[in-house]
């Protein structure tokens, strides 16, 4: 069974400095698709950033962007010019190409955002 | 645009009662669908998935069920209620082979 894992249980950051979450997978599949998800104090479950394996870039949105390095299974979130927005508990997911399709989270990282 | 939707947002239910809680989506077409739970403080783990009308798979043995009488009507029940069922509910939607998208989440207290 695939296992994501986060080091991290908690991370701080100044306000427009870079901060990096870390994340591993454990699989023995070759196609999948690694996200990460940023829950708000609201809760609600936000869609930041998806990578698909059989792709050697990496994904970037706006001030994200993510380190995928397959052979190590890692995959590491960068946020750039932090914003007291990003504030969250970020969460590192893993889904298999086939099947259902359903996703292995791992235990979150709280990020805190310091003015 | 697709929206997802779950209610009630809060229950306080005694233990032993029912439960039922509901999850619709708008704008899309059979779509697979996804029952959640997350404890305090930890991610989230996943209970049922759905491929279809009246196809469920269960993926944790426990106190729950799930159905799925329309396309985009996915429902949470239980029978009985435990302590241990509360928790903050998450349903998501896909489409194939597409990242999932979660509703806002149900927030269950059993006492």
């Known amino acids: 069974a695939q296992t994501v894992t986060q080091s991290q249980p908690e991370m701080s950051v100044q306000e427009a400095e870079t901060v990096t979450l870390s994340c591993t997978y454990d699989?023995?599949?070759?196609?999948?698709?690694l996200f990460w998800y940023k829950q708000p104090p609201s809760r609600q479950m936000i869609l930041v950033i998806r990578?698909?394996?059989?792709?050697?870039q990496n994904a970037t949105e706006n001030r994200f962007s993510v380190n995928f390095q397959k052979a190590a299974k890692s995959f590491s979130l960068k946020i750039s010019d932090s914003q007291l927005g990003d504030a969250a508990m970020y969460f590192c997911?893993?889904?298999?190409?086939?099947?259902?399709?359903?996703?292995?989270f791992g235990q979150g990282t709280r990020l805190t955002i310091n003015p | 645009s697709q929206t997802i939707h779950q209610w009630p947002a809060t229950l306080v239910q005694p233990v032993g009662s029912p439960l039922s809680l509901e999850c619709t989506v708008e704008?899309?077409?059979?779509?697979?669908l996804y029952w959640y739970r997350q404890a305090a403080g930890r991610g989230l783990q996943l209970l049922f998935y759905?491929?279809?009308?009246?196809?469920i798979s269960s993926e944790v043995p426990q106190n729950l069920s799930a159905s799925r009488p329309q396309d985009r009507q996915f429902i949470l029940s239980s029978k009985k209620l435990l302590l241990s069922d509360s928790g903050f509910y998450l349903c998501?939607?896909?489409?194939?082979?597409?990242?999932?998208?979660f509703g806002p989440g149900t927030r269950l207290t059993v006492t």
């Open positions: 998501a939607w896909s489409r194939r082979r597409h990242e999932q998208y």
């Open positions: 699989t023995s599949e070759s196609d999948y698709y």
């Open positions: 990578q698909e394996a059989y792709k050697q």
């Open positions: 997911a893993y889904r298999s190409a086939r099947g259902a399709q359903k996703l292995v």
């Open positions: 704008g899309t077409s059979n779509p697979n």
């Open positions: 759905s491929v279809g009308i009246g196809q």
